[in-house]
């Protein structure tokens, strides 16, 4: 298994303890924390230098776990259901833009709350067009070589694809099984919608594509109740090789986030 920690490129995240404009710091702190690659929090490509961002990366002996995509939804209204035919067009648009960069990156692509919030009334009806919607995106990813992380997010955010159950189920009987698409599986989500936890791994089996690393309470990892050992360790045990990614606040505070995340993650090296 590999590591990772979300950097933003443009705009403030909760999720990094760095800011955009400290975006290269956050990348020698990865480095120096011992972690393998980065998250690359991606809202636009207006502007943006991948062959930059790839050098920066490699200068440091890193990689690219996946680009997280979710800005723009807050900030452009972005969504592939529950909007009008332009929107939808638009976000297929930039998920395309997310694709080509992860296929130059060596990354995988994560679909969140991009994907639409849906309503619990009208729930099936919402996953058919998002799976209608999904189609030249699966085609594309297909095409470049790309994993897309469909990720599964608690009943509180979105009507939508909770657990780790309705996510299989959606990829499998609403998609057609595509093989590249995964699950996106954060342990912060997990632990308000998955009764257990280890039997979620074993439903996953190799559809298991990513990893978000947070506590019960979206604090660092040991902050909560959520046994973070226990859950890597039976995630390694299963032959997961790919990467769990820091995507907690900076909570208790950003200084504990900086000084433990690199002796966190050497503990778990260890399992």
């Known amino acids: 298994m590999k590591f990772s920690a979300t950097v933003t490129l443009q705009y403030p995240t909760i999720f990094s303890a760095f800011s955009a404009e400290d975006y290269v710091q956050g990348l020698d702190w990865i480095r120096d924390s011992g972690l393998d690659g980065a998250e690359l929090c991606i809202s636009h490509y207006h502007g943006l230098d991948l062959g930059l961002i790839r050098a920066q990366l490699q200068e440091r002996g890193l990689g690219c776990s996946t680009l997280s995509t979710g800005q723009s939804r807050s900030l452009e209204g972005l969504s592939l259901i529950g909007v009008t035919p332009d929107i939808r067009e638009k ?38 067009e998002l799976a209608e919607a999904m189609k030249p995106i699966i085609d594309h990813a297909d095409r470049r070589g790309v994993t897309l992380c469909l990720e599964a997010i608690n009943r509180y955010e979105t009507a939508l694809l909770n657990s780790a159950e309705a996510a299989m189920d959606f990829i499998e009987n609403g998609l057609g099984n595509p093989d590249c698409v995964g699950i996106l599986w954060d342990l912060f989500h997990a632990n308000l919608e998955d009764a257990d936890l280890c039997a979620c791994i074993d439903l996953m089996g190799k559809k298991l594509a990513h990893v978000h690393l947070a506590d019960s309470n979206r604090m660092f990892p040991g902050y909560g109740h959520t046994d973070m050992k226990g859950i890597l360790k039976a995630i390694k045990e299963s032959g997961y090789t790919g990467y769990a990614s820091f995507e907690c606040l900076n909570l208790p505070d950003r200084e504990t986030v900086l000084r433990e995340t690199g002796h966190w993650v050497d503990s778990i090296r260890q399992l």
């Open 91 to 128: 976000t297929q648009q930039r998920l395309l833009e997310h694709i080509d960069a992860a296929a130059y990156l060596g990354s995988r692509v994560t679909i969140g709350l991009l994907r639409g919030l849906g309503s619990a009334a009208s729930a099936d009806r919402d996953l058919r």
